[in-house]
Every structure is written in structure tokens, then in C-alpha cells.
């Protein structure tokens, strides 16, 4: 299976700034089908992007996503207080489909 | 909009069963296959199930399968898991999600409940 080991396991910014959470591949995701979600504390995870770098329906335009092969990264241009969150990446390039472990993103 | 509720969670002994319902508004249920997720408290994301979109075809996670069964009634825009010999490591909250199937037969999850509690303890 395609094992997805995501970094830093905890990263603390402050509202205002940039995060760059990672997310790397064992194996070349196929088409570029990777995937992020959000998950707040005591809510469902909700999809933020798909096929790499394209956004869900009514997410931000402050969230971006890129990359391609086994390196892909979810960029939050400038955080606001509501994005304080766990992001999940997750590829359905292939079978079984995998998730990461998790990027928690806390307040500094 | 497209709603998902889950129901059914609660306490249960271990060897025990417990059945969870999904129930779906917002969109046509019939059209989509369907997954069940789970989260131990403080851990990641672990998938436990699918069904097609006509029920015909279904897969579990090795961890649960042989013990959990799922199952849909299209009529009632409604999923099911029904678990039993449940273990204190089945103790989660359990989502269930839409799956927008993929070119390569693969499932991205764009919509997700807000999950029901199983605690398996004696």
C-alpha cells in the first residue's frame, strides 16, 4: 500500500501567517490523486482539496494545494483563527486508499 | 444540502452488538456509494467500510471483517453497520461519508456526517 507520512506532526503559528504542512508518498500517487481535509476538534473531517490542487466547493482561496509524484504540500496563505486544525492528506490514486497520519496546527 | 446523520452509538459490553444508521438528505443516495470511518480518541482516521451505490458490492478493513456487516436500504436514503462481537478496541466515533468515486475506481470523501459514540466497556 501507498503509505503517506505526513510533517511536521505539530506545527505552531500565529493568525496572519503562512503554513506549509507536507505530505510524502512511498509510491507515485497515481494522477496526482491526492486529497487534505480539515478536522476541528469535535467535528467530521471536511474535504479541502482534491486531484492535488483543486478546491472543495466553498473553501478559501487562502488554501492551495500542489505538487505531484510523492511530494505534495497544503499551503494556508494567511491563517485565520478558524483554521486552527489536524489536516489529513489522503491518496486514492490507488488501492487501498491511505491517509496520512495527521498535521496538527496550533496557535503559537 | 447534503446531510448525513449517523444514530445508534452507545455503551456496549465487549462481545456485544450494536447497529449505527446514516441518514441521508440533499442529494440523490441512490448515486453514490457509501463509507463508514472510524476515530479512536486521539488518533487518525481508520476506514472501516463500503457499499456500492445498488449495495451489490461491499469491503471492509481487516480489522473488522467477519464481525460488522454493512448494508443500505435506497428507499429509506439510509446506511447501516451492524456490528457485533464487538471488542474494546471497536471503541470509536463512527462517521459515515460519501464517496465520489474516481477514474480509477477509488473513492475521495466529499461528505461527511458528524458521528456517533461506540464505547465498548464492561
Known amino acids: 500500500e501507498n503509505v503517506l507520512t505526513q510533517s511536521p506532526g505539530t506545527l505552531s503559528l500565529s493568525p496572519g501567517q503562512r503554513a506549509t504542512l507536507s505530505c510524502r508518498a512511498s509510491?507515485?500517487?497515481?494522477?496526482?490523486?491526492l486529497a487534505w481535509y480539515q478536522q476541528k476538534p469535535g467535528q467530521a473531517p471536511r474535504l479541502l482539496i482534491y486531484?492535488?490542487?483543486s478546491r472543495a466547493t466553498g473553501i478559501p482561496d487562502r488554501f492551495s494545494g500542489s505538487g505531484s509524484g510523492t511530494e505534495f504540500t497544503l499551503t494556508i496563505s494567511r491563517l485565520e483563527p478558524e483554521d486552527f486544525a489536524v489536516y489529513y492528506c489522503?491518496?486514492?490514486?490507488?488501492?487501498?486508499?491511505?491517509f496520512g497520519q495527521g498535521t496538527r496546527l496550533e496557535i503559537k | 444540502q447534503v446531510q448525513l446523520v449517523e444514530s445508534g452509538g452507545g455503551l456496549v459490553k465487549p462481545g456485544g452488538s450494536l447497529r449505527l444508521s446514516c441518514a441521508a438528505s440533499?442529494?440523490?443516495?441512490?448515486?453514490?456509494?457509501m463509507n463508514w470511518f472510524r476515530q479512536a480518541p486521539g488518533t487518525g482516521l481508520e476506514w472501516v467500510s463500503y457499499?456500492?451505490?445498488?449495495?451489490?458490492?461491499?469491503n471492509y478493513a481487516d480489522s473488522v471483517r467477519g464481525r460488522f456487516t454493512i448494508s443500505r436500504d435506497n428507499a429509506k436514503n439510509s446506511l447501516y453497520l451492524q456490528m457485533s462481537s464487538l471488542r474494546a478496541e471497536d471503541t470509536a466515533l463512527y462517521y459515515c461519508?460519501?464517496?465520489?468515486?474516481?477514474?480509477?475506481?477509488?473513492?475521495?470523501?466529499?461528505?461527511w456526517g458528524q458521528g456517533t459514540l461506540v464505547t465498548v466497556s464492561s
Open positions: 461519508a460519501t464517496c465520489k468515486i474516481s477514474p480509477v475506481g477509488t473513492c475521495l470523501f466529499d461528505y
Open positions: 440533499g442529494f440523490t443516495f441512490s448515486d453514490y456509494y
Open positions: 457499499i456500492s451505490n445498488d449495495g451489490s458490492d461491499t
Open positions: 509510491q507515485s500517487v497515481s494522477s496526482s490523486y
Open positions: 486531484g492535488a490542487s
Open positions: 489522503q491518496q486514492y490514486g490507488s488501492s487501498p486508499i491511505t
